[in-house]
């Protein structure tokens, strides 16, 4: 792959040229006539990998036939892709952080800073926190995570500052970075492990790597411990071979074999008890077990899993036609919930609802995923798949993932494409 300043080629123009491609977003058709009695109005709530890429890809090719509004509390959003980089001391905590301007300015998205609280259905409406509303034709929810209560005893969002989950980024990542550089000498630094689904499968243990990486160098007889409540986790092999190259000795995970899924913690004392068992830790990283954003609830297109079940062609609800749902919120089939699958679902939920709304063109929708983790420095590695929408799912029809032993040229070659990946999907949410 040919390199740029250091970067790999999949840069801003290589990612955004493929990921159209592979979604086939009909961006080159001329837009069509505008529906009669107005533009029709497409509302979204959440500014993140799903909901600003589907704001800007709708307003972008329908080239204004569409009146676009994005709902997102945050002016600054900071992603939580390559938060644990900023962790481990390889980004700057400004780089990771991105503004609206350019899709108000560039594209004419109306971006309204304030909480979306309800969905009214009946009367296609959603209902913000400052007391207004606004009305849609389509709506479409991206509104990422919310933790389910009681899921770690001993833990709520009340004892966040204690024990920080940092699993939405933003001031709690920063607390758990200063938290870990903060720990005496010889200390303990514990995670306690989401269950399966979540958020990013890879990225609990490549935070790991990154907590690792700050101790070899400022605590070196610091002990790392993961409580864990799964058997197995995404890129296992991977992970614990470089642990074992990189950071011998400094780790030890607790899987649900030895209690790990027999966790409490008492945030005042700073305990994590263990199948009954106490110990004393000097930073806790609390990541509880999750469900889609809780707007989602409140539009009451939830099922009992706590996801949104969706139409695999079109991500639209199967509660609700006139709602989409995106990203870590969806319950769709065999796609992780990443920022990648974000961005890929987007793009295709942009063409079916541009399609609905005026008479476009709809193509059969491709969807995939890559995830890159870092372990220590340039050693890069990743896992990812294409898929298909079928009526049940979204299907995986193929994979790849890193291999144990590769070479250190091709694991740096791996974190460099990582690097121009980041630069391609920040650039097709916010440019």
């Not at 079928?390 to 144990?404: L, N, P, R, V, Y």
Request: glycine fraction near 12%.
């Amino acid at each position: 792959m040919r390199k740029q300043n250091g970067k790999s080629d999949l840069s801003r123009r290589g990612f955004v040229a493929s990921a159209a491609a592979a979604t086939a977003v009909a961006s080159v058709l001329p837009a069509p006539a505008v529906l009669a009695g107005g533009r029709p109005r497409v509302v979204v709530v959440g500014g993140g990998a799903g909901g600003a890429t589907a704001a800007r890809y709708i307003a972008k090719d329908s080239q204004g036939a569409v009146d676009v509004t994005l709902v997102e509390p945050s002016r600054a959003y900071y992603t939580c892709f390559f938060s644990n980089l900023y962790i481990g001391g390889f980004r700057e905590w400004e780089s990771i952080g991105h503004s609206y301007g350019a899709l108000a300015a560039n594209h004419g998205v109306n971006v309204v800073h304030d909480w979306a609280v309800s969905v009214d259905r009946d009367n296609r409406s959603v209902g913000l926190a400052g007391g207004g509303s606004l009305a849609y034709d389509r709506l479409i929810l991206s509104p990422g995570i919310d933790f389910r209560d009681g899921s770690v005893p001993g833990w709520d969002l009340s004892q966040q500052n204690r024990m920080p989950h940092a699993y939405k980024a933003g001031s709690q990542t920063q607390l758990l970075k200063a938290q870990i550089e903060a720990m005496p000498e010889g200390g303990t630094y514990c995670m306690v492990a989401p269950p399966n689904p979540f958020r990013c499968p890879p990225g609990p243990y490549e935070r790991i790597s990154m907590v690792a990486h700050v101790l070899k160098q400022a605590n070196p007889t610091a002990k790392i411990i993961i409580v864990d409540p799964k058997e197995k986790f995404s890129k296992q092999g991977l992970f614990e071979e470089g642990w074992q190259r990189h950071y011998p000795g400094m780790i030890e995970r607790i899987g649900p074999d030895f209690g790990g899924d027999m966790v409490e913690v008492r945030p005042e004392a700073m305990e994590v008890v263990v199948d009954g068992e106490a110990m004393k830790v000097d930073v806790c990283n609390v990541i509880p077990a999750q469900q889609a954003g809780r707007i989602a609830a409140a539009a009451g297109i939830t099922d009992d899993s706590g996801w949104a079940p969706i139409v695999p062609h079109t991500m639209q609800s199967r509660a609700d036609e006139n709602i989409h749902v995106l990203g870590d919120a969806a319950l769709q089939g065999d796609m992780p919930k990443s920022g990648f699958s974000a961005n890929s679902q987007a793009k295709a939920c942009a063409m079916a609802v541009r399609g609905a709304l005026t008479g476009s063109s709809v193509f059969p929708p491709r969807y995939s995923n890559t995830c890159w983790s870092l372990i220590a420095t340039g050693d890069g590695v990743k896992v990812g798949a294409s898929y298909e929408a079928t009526d049940e799912k979204i299907a995986k029809t193929d994979g790849f993932i890193s291999q144990t032993g590769e070479s250190a040229e091709l694991r740096m070659a791996t974190y460099e494409e990582s690097l121009g990946w980041y630069d391609g999907i920040t650039a097709d949410m916010f440019s």
